[in-house]
């Protein structure tokens, strides 16, 4: 009798535990604060698209010139190695965005500012908050960029 006891004992505790330590899918995840698509379906914070949004910072007004500059990009390029590839891939997200397509998706203001200051960005504009969730509370590192660095790394990602 103590056997069956202690076997059902057991067996109740064993689910009880494993049932705690689940994790839940990101599919099974619900923000009631998550953009709807036209069919109703969420919409990551790094595939919306917002072509409105300036983002907090410096940069107020850019005009692109219709021709990439390929000195700006290869110097954006190196930048972009240098100090970004710890968290981006060019194509694939990994802990941040990827930075393919970034201007298909974003103003060159907001895209320049969260270059220049994250730490504003992600207290002030709601995109920049959406995507800290989206990418694990991993926030982006300031790297102390000047304007001038920043403008190349975005030259560099119109090439991407």
Known sequence: MKLTQFLIISVISILVVSSCG??????????????????????????????????????????????????????????????????????????GPAPKGVLKRRTPEWVMNMILDPGRMLRDDPLAKELFMEFNGSPMSDQGMTEAQARAILEYFRTL
């Open 22 to 95: 689940s994790k839940a899918k990101s599919s099974d995840s619900f923000d009631i604060n998550a953009e709807k698509d036209k069919n109703g379906t969420s919409v990551k914070a790094s595939t919306r698209v917002d072509l409105e949004n300036k983002g907090v910072g410096p940069i107020k007004e850019l005009t692109l010139p219709s021709e990439i500059d390929a000195e700006l990009a290869a110097s954006g390029k190196e930048l972009y190695e240098e100090y970004c590839t710890l968290c981006h891939k060019p194509e694939v997200d990994f802990i």
